[in-house]
């Protein structure tokens, strides 16, 4: 029996016990937060004066008191010690995108030959792991090793569980020694500071003196693939670059559409919901969960946070599906694209801002052309997003997501704006100089007298739109599903930064320091931004032969690929933009140019090499050995005087001589190197990955003919639907 039988063997002999939870006696709403050292456990165990200076840091960005460390630090301990922790660890986010962690243990032994538990405000403050191993794109030289953690208050520390003890986790910032930022945090709260700044002014024209912390706000939503584990050890691609580099269609995909919102199974659900209490018990808001389009894909939604937590809170939501699968013998694949030919997964980011006392300021209300203020942060968006939307694409630029953005399930790679038939109504308005309406939302009569009469809101979704408005916030649907939201978020803060601050500017020109003139101001920088930047807004199907066309016409950026996107790092206009607002140096963004190319040539190169290493030592003999079944039953129909069709037999073998050719050809390429990377980087894009779709092309043909139990590798059938 093949490694393929022997895994649908395995899963269908499966007794695995999916009752994990005793949910009868403790609800999982009950345990929400009960591993967060959160603002609720601060106030009972901090004195007042201390925990009023720490809440001002978090609600407020301001600068934290050393002075507090150590008894925040001696609280937090005894909290995590309580919880049976043993370890502390500070947690940080570098720039592959992936969590790091260095651990401590609190034991410190004392003269008496026993132990102590200790944790100062020092080591809370700040921790030092080793940062040569980290990509720093030019930063530091592998000999410089230091690097410095510091403590994030804004994001609160929290308890991991293992089945053998737990982990106090600090979230921390990472920097270099020379004070680089070589992680995605940092630039987060960067990039936060300068968008409340420049918010505050819009604020201030319209009368709010309140100075409450502008914060941009995040829910990302998660799709992900779940396989069973056992067909892991069979797929070396998925093992080594988290895809399927092979694999002909299924008969049946998603052509039905019946598994979207479709009925969750047993096994998954069960899953599901020890994901969510595990998510619950780090604070995490985990609100929506379903099927999604493909067989075998899911997703999970959180509610709104402020975007340094929704970051460090999406780290883990990752970690935990990938940590859970695992005890329900599945495999979780975050891969953009980890099956040909079915969708894909994304992470939609939904993005808004607003603070305490406006509550969301990307709420138009029933009547937006009376609502100048939403009208002017929302021209900020469309001026920031058309001005830079160079910068938009390259933060979600990598190879993984290469394979999504453009196909019909995601998309394209031209960045553009949905706003619906209500906002562009307004904007039409706006230019022609006169608003003085709106599209109203209304009442759906359903046509069934049991059912209520529905509100239907003004206008509808678009689901094409990599960037669209969905009545309170804008939805960044191009964000890849593995992908770190730090990156877009960051670009985000600081692009719309940058417009509010034109735009606040431009007002404040035109009112000449006379405030009854800020209605005729607002309207006249409108129509100004309006008239600029309304080429970006586009309502129409986003996957069309039209609209590439079209975006062509009004000279929209078409960036297809990773190398051409991250190009956009390296501009002037990039290096103007995040060094103007101290969000990052031109050091900085420019390694993180290197650190992004170089990643993109590293994957391109595992997959090629496994792409060879498959076709060689599995795939090729398979095919080899039904050759010779072909041919020894023909000899044998030939001595018997018997005709035979030796058509199949012909097939095979020229199939398996042009798998031979398909990887001589791409091990050729593979072996001509170039030392320069954005070089290098057009070669995986233009000769590695078409030379591993050739011997893909070959490979999945001989899925088709090879005879079933001579083929190794589970097929798509058997891998998306057997569960």
């Known amino acids: 029996m093949n490694k393929r039988m022997l895994a649908i063997d395995a899963i269908n002999s499966s007794t695995l016990d999916q009752h994990t939870i005793n949910y009868k006696d403790e609800n999982s709403i009950d345990v929400f937060g009960d591993n967060v050292f959160s603002i609720s456990v601060m106030k009972k165990r901090l004195p007042k004066d201390i925990f009023k200076s ?12 050393p002075a507090i460390a150590d008894v925040v630090a001696n609280a937090m301990k005894d909290w995590a010690i309580e919880k049976c922790a043993t370890h502390y660890a500070h947690v940080f986010f570098p720039l592959t995108g992936a969590t790091a962690e260095k651990h401590d243990s609190f034991l410190v032994p004392d003269l008496s030959g026993k132990a102590i538990a200790e944790f100062s405000g020092v080591t809370l403050i700040q921790g030092e792991p080793d940062a040569s191993s980290f990509p720093s794109g030019g930063i ?15 994001s609160p520390a929290y308890i991991m569980e293992n089945p053998n003890g737990a982990t106090l986790c600090i979230p921390t910032a990472f920097v270099s020694w020379t004070g680089e930022a070589l992680d995605k945090k940092t630039p987060i709260m960067r990039s936060m500071q300068v968008f409340n700044k420049q918010a505050q002014r819009i604020l201030k024209l319209f009368g709010d003196d309140s100075e409450k912390f502008v914060a941009s706000t995040c829910g990302a939503e998660q799709e992900y693939f779940l396989i069973d584990k056992n067909f892991i050890t069979a797929r070396p691609d998925i093992m080594a670059s988290g895809r399927t580099l092979f694999g002909a269609p299924s008969p049946k995909g998603q052509e039905f559409d019946d598994h979207y919102f479709g009925a969750i199974s047993d096994r998954v659900l069960a899953f599901m919901f020890e994901v969510e209490r595990e998510l619950y018990k780090l604070g995490i808001p985990a609100k ?16 709104f946070e402020t975007a340094n937590l929704a970051t460090d809170h999406q780290q883990l939501v990752m970690v935990t599906l990938k940590k859970i699968a695992k005890k329900f013998n599945l495999k979780c694949l975050l891969h953009e694209k980890p099956f040909a030919g079915i969708n894909g997964s994304g992470k939609h980011l939904n993005y808004s801002f607003g603070n305490e006392s406006q509550g969301n300021l990307l709420d138009p209300g029933k009547t937006p052309h009376k609502n100048a203020q939403f009208l002017v942060f929302c021209a900020a968006v469309i001026r920031g997003v058309h001005k830079y939307s160079k910068i938009l694409r390259a933060v979600i630029a ?6 999504r953005l453009g196909a019909n399930e995601a998309p394209p790679a031209i960045i553009s704006i949905f706003l619906g038939e209500q906002l562009t109504d307004v904007l039409d308005q706006i230019k022609k100089g006169c608003v003085v309406s709106s599209k109203e939302a209304g009442i759906m009569n359903v046509g069934v007298d049991t059912l209520p009469k529905l509100p239907r809101d003004a206008g509808d979704r678009n689901r094409t739109s990599p960037f669209a408005f969905t009545g309170n916030r804008f939805e960044f649907r191009a964000v890849g599903s593995e992908q770190s939201i730090a990156g877009p978020i960051v670009a985000m803060n600081t692009i719309f930064a940058d417009s509010i601050n034109y735009i606040a500017t431009e007002i404040e020109n035109y009112m000449n320091g006379n405030p009854e003139k800020l209605n005729e101001a607002v309207q006249a920088v409108l129509k100004k931004v309006v008239d600029e930047h309304d080429s970006i807004i586009f309502n129409g199907d986003n996957y069309t032969d039209f609209w590439q066309e079209e975006a062509a016409k009004r000279e929209l950026p078409n960036l297809k690929t990773t190398p051409e996107a991250l190009l956009a790092f390296c501009e002037d206009e990039a290096l103007e933009l995040f060094d103007k607002y101290n969000v990052l140096s031109n050091i900085e963004l420019k390694s993180r140019f290197e650190i992004y190319l170089e990643q993109y040539i590293l994957k391109i190169f595992v997959e090629a090499k496994t792409t060879i290493e498959m076709a060689s030592t599995i795939i090729y003999p398979s095919a080899v050995r039904y050759q010779t079944e072909l041919a020894a039953s023909c000899l044998k129909m030939k001595k018997l005087d018997i005709d035979c069709d030796n058509s199949v037999l012909s097939e095979v073998s020229v199939l398996i001589k042009n798998l031979r050719l398909n990887i001589v050809e791409l091990e050729t390429i593979l072996s001509q190197k170039n030392d320069e990377p954005l070089a290098e980087a057009k070669i995986c894009c233009e000769k590695i990955i078409p030379a591993m779709l050739e011997v893909r092309k070959t490979v999945d043909m001989l899925e088709t003919v090879v005879a079933d139990d001579l083929w190794d590798l589970p097929v798509y059938q058997e891998m998306l639907f057997i569960k």
């Open 54 to 65: 720490v809440q001002a840091t978090i609600e407020n960005f301001t600068e934290l008191d």
């Open 140 to 154: 530091r030289q592998t000999f410089e090793a230091r690097g410095y953690t510091a403590w994030d208050v804004t």
């Open 288 to 303: 929506t969960r379903h099927n999604e389009v493909a067989p075998g894909q899911f997703e999970v939604a959180p509610v």
């Open 398 to 403: 990598s190879a993984g997501n290469d394979h």
